[in-house]
């Protein structure tokens, strides 16, 4: 006589003490977040004030030697031309940019790290992970997510972190062009020229997450 046996899924029950304890992280943690972002606006106010005091200095001496560097003076007015016109975010929201970046390459690279760790062990046919192969497999199941977010975010943020970024380093009649930066334009924007959208950095980007994520998908299966 056959018997039928019906197998539950397990499913991990947080505890009222957990949820509340996870609750008082998060909420320390916006706390924290925004108090960052505040004490960045403060001392972006103070750098700018100071940097405004180095540039009267500056002038005042430019005008003492300015017969002897003309030439000096002009190249360095382009320059400063050049850097407002490139950097007009604020130096909290560049800040705020940048942590957000690295905080999703943080979680790529868990998320990364605990698919690799349930590869190993299915190719090893391993059977002691089995009670804890649940929680690499939760770090893997990020992987799509954070390839959503790296894009969004690089589309918001990419000249605000990324210098290569800038056309005009790549422009060999600039002030401002960049040789060894320029040599290296194939790896960002192949087949296109250097300075315009970076399609081969992009399509890279795109196939690593898909490839991560299909390996996910199939693991999970077995």
Known sequence: MAHHVEVAEEQYVFRPETKKKLYILLIVGIVV???????????????????????AAVAEAQKLVASADQHGAASEGHGHAAEAGHHETLPWLKRLYSTLWMNNVFFTGLGIIGLFFV?????????????????PLAMGSW????????LILWFITNHDIFHWTHSYLYDSKGAEFDKIINKKAPFFFWPLAGGTFPLFYIARM?????????FFVQIRKK
């Open 143 to 150: 992987i799509p997510v954070a390839g959503i977010l790296m």
């Open 33 to 55: 977040f925004a108090l960052g972002l505040v004490l960045a606006m403060n001392d972006g106010g103070h750098h700018e004030a100071a940097h405004e005091g180095g540039h």
């Open 119 to 135: 590869a190993i062990q299915y190719a090893a046919q391993a059977g002691w992970s089995v009670g804890v192969k649940r929680v």
């Open 206 to 214: 795109v196939l690593f997450f898909g490839l991560w994520y299909y």
